[in-house]
């Protein structure tokens, strides 16, 4: 028989031990009951988090096409494929699989399906019906992830016009800039399961919120024109040794641009390998002095407000004195007694300056803005620039900028604003905004653009003096710009470039600016070639370039010569 001591502290352990128990017991059901009584909801909720996600449906980038209807910018599906070796149930058999699929050797996948790295890519880029096959294989431990490219089925023939698309989708100059919201269209949402193993369990489409595709865009731009520009363009910068050059070609009535090429320009199916300094639009950003082109718009501020007519005639000596600075004629060589026929013809500076200063300063700059200068045209292109004119009472203006401004000195335009101002005279003195989107489709709807008038810079009566004026210009002195069978409207401008030490006297901006045919024009073009060596002069490199424009146009767009369009 145990000793009564020894009964005693055995008792006692066991009243200890249950006691224990007890209290632990009281710990559990205690945790127990706060997570699942006190803590339930918010528990329930994380597991819901955790097991219930969205996934955002990005939405087809709308396409671009030209106005004939070819593709210019589209959006193709490639597949990026990837790997969680952990969860890869029978590698070897699954490299068998996707050998072929993805033209990888098997061994090669084999090692990466075998790996313990939690994630590795096996392939980038793949074409979508290469994507869709390695999904239909719904192998455990394989991400399929789609993604839009963006491409550009016409490379480098419009790259200014149409623009880039980075990485992360977004549009960056051009029409994908401008319309980037409309492109873009909207996302949509899918609510998933998913399962231990990270496995997607698709829920019913009434959990589901279908993205909406971008709008489609059809384009004023007419690929075979823009083809015509681009190739007379890269023509004429070899021909006459210029460092670059632009063409833009526009519907006078309308405002529709028909063509912008620049040179050099770039492939946007090569981004990101893109030189920076490539991509803004000369047409639209930079401006540039534009010299005796910009007489065009003196002459029909002088017309238009009755301060000259063709026949009214002036002595020149070749140089005029206007705000205590003497300006000369290019060839500082005076003419005598010369009519603004002759005036604009011979381009003389002097003649300029004896209209401004008959104009007045508040008269001249008037007519200036009427055309649009010093403010952006409106058009829906990305990053265009006003321009600069420097206006009476800033601080920068003088009472000599009155003389230069009137021969494009001092003043600051782009191509764009340069050709719609020129545009007005063709198009009876009405001023369109530029425009280069024609259509919006949507998936339910189509939307055209109508042209849109800014105003009537001068009157209709102006505009016909001034276009004859033009048309003889043409005739005595810019011949090289001449169309056979065609009477043709324009003027010629040798511009200096200016640097921070005056004015190069080695290089000039040569351009040309005209439109056809003159009595009924069907297409108005800027030709810009910056530093020509082979010649300096604008009656040598620009002019011709036009021609060489203005025959094929006269071919492409079926325009008969003057006799036969006189004759029906």
């Not at 003419?335 to 300063?361: E, H, P, Y």
Request: aromatic fraction near 8%; include cysteine; proline fraction near 6%.
């Amino acid at each position: 028989m145990k000793p009564e001591n020894e009964v005693q502290a055995k008792h006692g352990r066991l009243i200890v031990l249950a006691v224990v128990l007890a209290i632990g017991w009281l710990v559990i059901i205690g945790r127990l009951a706060y997570y699942q009584i006190w803590m339930h909801d918010e528990l329930e909720g994380m597991a819901v988090a955790e097991r219930e996600r969205e996934r955002e449906l990005s939405p087809e980038r709308g396409n671009i096409l030209d106005a004939t209807g070819q593709v210019l910018a589209m959006s193709v599906i490639q597949w990026d494929i990837s790997a969680s070796p952990v969860l890869v149930g029978d590698p070897l058999e699954l490299s068998e699989q996707l050998a072929d699929l993805l033209d990888i050797p098997r061994e090669e996948l084999h090692a990466k399906l075998n790996s313990d790295v939690p994630w590795v890519s096996l392939a980038r880029g793949c074409a979508q019906e290469v994507g869709e096959a390695v999904a239909s294989l719904k192998a455990t431990g394989i991400t399929c992830e789609p993604r839009a490219l963006r491409v550009f089925p016409e490379g480098a023939l419009a790259a200014h016009v149409v623009g880039i698309v980075n990485d992360g989708g977004v549009g960056f100059g051009g029409v994908e800039g401008y319309y980037n919201p409309w492109l873009t269209g909207t996302e949509g949402k899918r609510a998933i399961e998913q399962t231990g193993v990270g496995a997607e369990i698709p829920l019913p489409d009434q959990d589901q919120m279908a993205a909406t595709a971008g709008t489609n865009l059809i384009l004023t731009v007419d690929r075979n024109i823009q083809m015509i520009a681009v190739q007379e363009l890269e023509q004429a910068i070899e021909k006459y040794q210029a460092q670059s050059g632009t063409v833009v070609i526009m519907d006078p009535k309308t405002g529709a641009i028909l063509a912008i090429a620049n040179y050099p320009s770039y492939d946007p199916n090569t981004f990101p390998k893109i030189e920076e300094d490539l991509l803004p639009d000369a047409a639209l950003s930079a401006v540039w002095e534009p010299g005796s082109i910009f007489k065009v718009i003196t002459w029909a501020g002088g017309l238009d407000s009755g301060t000259i007519s063709p026949g009214t005639s002036v002595y020149d000596s070749g140089y005029r004195e206007v705000g205590g600075r003497v300006l000369w004629n290019f060839d500082r060589m005076g003419r005598g007694w010369v009519t603004m026929t002759d005036g604009l013809a011979q381009s003389l500076n002097t003649v300029a300056a004896f209209i401004s200063t008959s104009m007045g300063k508040e008269l001249f700059y008037t007519y200036v803005e009427r055309f649009g200068f010093g403010n952006s045209t409106g058009v829906d292109l990305a990053s265009e620039v006003a321009g600069m004119v420097r206006r009476p009472g800033d601080p920068d203006w003088y009472p000599s900028d009155l003389g230069t401004n009137a021969f494009g000195q001092g003043i600051a335009v782009t191509p764009v604003q340069m050709l719609s101002a020129v545009s007005a005279v063709a198009n009876h003195g009405l001023l369109m905004r530029p425009y280069i989107v024609k259509e919006f489709i949507t998936a339910d709807k189509t939307i055209s653009v109508e042209p849109m008038a800014v105003r009537q810079a001068i009157t209709e009566e102006t505009a016909e003096t001034l276009t004859e004026m033009l048309v003889e210009v043409v005739a005595r002195e810019a011949t090289k710009a001449q169309v056979t069978g065609y009477r043709i409207a324009g003027k010629t401008g040798t511009a200096q470039v200016p640097t921070p030490a005056g004015y190069d006297p080695d290089a000039t901006i040569a351009s040309f600016i005209g439109f056809a045919p003159a009595d009924d024009p069907q297409f108005a073009i800027l030709v810009k070639l910056d530093k020509p060596q082979a010649s300096p002069w604008a009656n040598h490199t620009a002019a011709p370039t036009f021609r060489a424009i203005a025959e094929r146009l006269m071919v492409y767009l079926q325009i008969p010569p003057d006799e036969i369009r006189a004759a029906q």
